[in-house]
């Protein structure tokens, strides 16, 4: 790093650790989310194999305060991964000191620390990584695609990674108000911004988009770290799909999921039959754009990508050998709530998502716990003396409850050696 921006970047996160995180908090919950959770990283980029008696090396770029290392060297230590490290890595000591508090707290003895900037990744954290998570950084790096090539290239040949950057739709409102502080207080200290900045919030007419957009709340926590990286970061961009395909390309890598699926399919946001099917024979790119014009609440674009060259294979959800999971949801309360040949519905960010379930749903939900083969659960259904479907009927059944609960990330699939 060198550079005025490059050291006020530093300096913000030196004394606004973000986002703001209290160890002792780890007694009461673990946080979860996207990218990189365990199941996640194993479907999306692995198609459900993902063989943890092996050695396993993750890379958190860009740590901040810990959520994602503490995420994933906690579901590592979970499912007993004796053979495996996250490597955090981040420029600021003082977010780095919160995480390695966090980690005391939970006694994880699976994470190294190291300090400095993602693009000398090479330098002093080297690979190769069988995955890298790069949550909200890119977009606040000089050139993201020297930062996205810095980090593909401590990547393993059969390794991914999973990555967010800021979009632009869904921050509407945000960048007037970073233009207009840098005008006002930009040569101001920093808790002097930071006042200036409250002030200018008091004082914005309702009309104004950032307060009329629900999809963005850093400002309204109360904390100065979430107020800070939202309204007065010295270095902030976002994209839109097609840019962000573009730099995935610049690195030589691919897509190959976007969280959730069904924020980015078209058929989310058109009833019209017509509309549907013309939306059907765009190219998947350009089907997740359209997407994201039709929600205009897309405010982050979490993704799953790997090597342009490597094919990630796609694991059936009916076949005998998968396992499927409910992804941090308990499978007894959501086979409760379902109906046979009902219907999942869910609130995207405003959006009404519905999808079909099939005739033995809550039959289904009930059974599935990560653990189960789908031949198990369909021999425990055939031993509870109730009718059942045909055979093909039976796995287009439960392929159709894997594709309503995964259009929501909700429903992801384990097979291999490591249940």
């Known amino acids: 790093m060198s550079g005025k921006t490059d050291a006020q970047v530093q300096a913000q996160y030196e004394q606004f650790p973000y986002p703001e995180r209290n160890p002792a908090d780890e007694a009461k919950r673990l946080i979860v989310g996207s990218p990189s959770h365990l199941d996640e990283i194993r479907h999306y980029l692995h198609g459900g194999r993902l063989d943890l008696t092996r050695p396993f090396r993750a890379l958190i770029a860009g740590g901040g305060t810990g959520d994602a290392a503490i995420m994933l060297a906690q579901q590592l230590a979970d499912a007993g991964a004796s053979d495996a490290q996250v490597t955090y890595l981040d420029l600021s000591t003082a977010s780095r000191a919160i995480a390695e508090a966090r980690a005391e707290a939970r006694g994880l003895s699976n994470i190294r620390f190291v300090t400095g900037p993602i693009e000398q990744v090479g330098d002093l954290a080297p690979g190769p990584y069988h995955h890298i998570d790069c949550c909200g950084v890119l977009h606040h790096l000089a050139s993201p695609e020297a930062g996205l090539r810095a980090l593909t290239a401590q990547l393993t040949p059969d390794g991914g990674m999973g990555l967010m950057v800021y979009g632009t739709l869904g921050r509407t409102g945000v960048y007037p108000v970073q233009e207009a502080l840098a005008q006002l207080a930009d040569a101001l200290p920093d808790r002097d911004r930071l006042a200036a900045a409250r002030k200018l919030l008091d004082g914005l007419p309702e009309s104004h988009w950032l307060k009329r957009n629900p999809f963005v709340g850093d400002h309204l926590k109360g904390d100065a770290a979430g107020l800070y990286d939202l309204l007065l970061h010295r270095r902030d961009r976002a994209y839109r799909v097609g840019e962000l395909a573009d730099l995935i390309a610049s690195a030589d890598l691919k897509i190959t999921a976007w969280i959730e699926p069904a924020r980015y399919a078209p058929e989310t946001y058109l009833s019209d039959p017509p509309l549907r099917q013309a939306a059907g ?68 960010s405003g959006a009404s998502y519905s999808a079909p379930l099939p005739a033995l749903a809550p039959r289904l939900a009930a059974l599935i716990d990560g653990h189960r083969s789908v031949a198990e659960i369909r021999d425990l259904l055939k031993a509870s003396g109730a009718p059942m479907p045909s055979e093909a009927n039976f796995r287009d059944q439960v392929r159709k409850l894997f594709r309503a609960f995964n259009g929501i990330n909700r429903m992801l699939i384990r097979t291999g050696s490591d249940r």
């Open 281 to 348: 024979a765009l190219s998947p790119i350009d089907r997740a754009a359209l997407a994201e014009r039709l929600s205009g609440a897309i405010a982050k674009h979490v993704i799953y990508a790997t090597r342009s060259e490597r094919d990630v294979p796609e694991a059936d959800p009916g076949a005998d050998g998968s396992l499927l999971v409910f992804r941090d949801m308990d499978p007894e309360a959501i086979a409760r709530s379902l109906r046979p040949s009902g219907t999942l519905t869910a609130d995207i």
